[in-house]
């Protein structure tokens, strides 16, 4: 099929819902920030699987027009993900110089007045010129990605399980969970607690 981009997390999800795409990639945890709590939520809110997932490296640029200098930055658009996970380099541009948040880094890219915070992708889709390379704070940035679907399909090779459960509110709940884990042999590699709206 098409491959579709869209601006939003919530847009990724209703595109998959209605039928539009088959798949939506999603981040869901950051080695620097950790979880995506909007997708989560997104998750907690809608009926769908998560059929893949992968884990990539994950640079940042600082990127403006063609001509501009970095002593003329006066303000960098990007996804309040790719702009706290910068903040070291940010600091060192000065008060001067206003950090915007918007929806993500690409679209950062495509409505980019003077500067914004991208990916090296978006450098050449916009014809846009690099300032700065690998900006983030952490050399070992890394993002895990997954594909959700309407449809649960487990392909060969699967190796991995999420579930998300909201168990009764009483004591020994979550260890009566956790001892069937223990019970099966299955390694838990990320445990997570979540407020209820």
Known sequence: GNLVYVKTFQAVVSAVESGLCKFGVLPIENSSNG??????ELLQDHNLSIVRSTRLK???NLVAKKGTKLEDIKEIFSHPQAIS?????LEKLGKDVKVTPC?????AAAA???SAISSHRCIELYGLERLAADIQDRSNN????????KKLEIYPGADKTSLMVVPPH???SLYQILARFYALGLNLIKLESRPLP
Request: with cysteine; net charge positive; aromatic share 12%.
């Open 35 to 40: 979880s995506v709590r909007a997708v989560y």
């Open 58 to 60: 994950v640079d940042h």
């Open 85 to 89: 996970q910068c903040t070291a380099f």
């Open 103 to 107: 929806e993500n880094t690409a679209a």
């Open 112 to 114: 980019v007045a003077q």
């Open 142 to 149: 890394y993002t895990r990605f997954i594909c959700i679907s």
């Open 170 to 172: 009483r004591p020994g």
